[in-house]
């Protein structure tokens, strides 16, 4: 039974966020978040509050045989799509690979690159709250701006549910849809559909009732969640 107790409830809902409860634990908080905008409130501050304290880590250059270990994992060579015959680009590699391989190990460690400028696109790693290396969905942003929701597995979400893209850039804005989502399929939206992208911004995907969120924010769990990185400047 979840505690009343408002600290030990926070506590207990930013231990989910890192996805330190047990399986039926996290399950209940799930459902408080699901059903309690105040729960919900609580986790996407948590979420936050996380991704800022990765922001103070300074970037470590992977092993060289970090990414042929990560394809193999990922079965990245088996796939065949616009996608990753970008991921597999020898010059996309070398641009992205520190910030994608820490992604993948901490949570999408964000590296504030700037251009004022040139052009840029950006890229992020989705993946469960608290899970390192167990990504689900790959976001690419190109220099003209449009975006690319990438699936890396096919989720199972029950007839009455959704699954609702979002994205975070200023806290003091809050989150803004980009619409719903098919498991397992890709997504496509224009540069006027996402606006100006920047990196360590926010997007995630979240389980909401059937049709989307009822409310201009997220209601459900969060399935999925990482920080844009510039990927190259044309």
């Not at 641009?95 to 251009?115: E, G, H, N, R």
């Not at 989705?126 to 597995?153: F, M, N, S, Y």
């Not at 926010?202 to 969640?225: K, Q």
């Amino acid at each position: 039974m979840i505690s009343t107790d408002p600290a030990e409830r926070r506590a207990l809902i930013g231990e989910y966020v890192l996805g330190l409860l047990e399986p039926e634990q996290a399950g209940e908080i799930a459902d408080l978040i699901a059903r309690d905008p105040q729960a919900a409130a609580m986790a996407m501050e948590w979420e936050q509050h996380f991704l800022e304290l990765s922001d103070r880590l300074e970037p470590s250059t992977p092993s060289p045989g970090l990414w042929p270990r990560l394809q193999q994992t990922l079965n990245l060579r088996q796939r065949t799509s616009a996608w990753q015959a970008w991921w597999s680009s020898l010059n996309a590699w070398r641009l992205t690979s520190a910030a994608l391989a820490m992604a993948l190990i901490i949570a999408l460690l964000p590296m504030y690159w700037q251009s004022d400028t040139r052009p840029a696109s950006y890229t992020a790693v989705l993946q469960p709250p608290g899970e390192a290396a167990a990504p689900g969905w790959v976001v690419h942003i190109d220099a003209a701006g449009t975006l690319l929701l990438q699936p890396l597995r096919e989720d199972r979400i029950a007839a009455d549910r959704s699954v609702q893209f979002w994205t975070l850039v200023d806290p003091k804005d809050g989150p803004r849809s980009l619409g719903l989502v098919e498991p397992g399929e890709r997504l496509t939206l224009t540069a006027e559909q996402i606006g100006a992208v920047r990196a360590g911004q926010l997007f995630e995907l979240t389980l909401e009732p059937a049709g989307g969120s009822p409310l201009n924010r997220p209601t459900g769990e969060v399935l999925y969640i990482g920080r844009a990185v510039m990927a190259s400047l044309d």
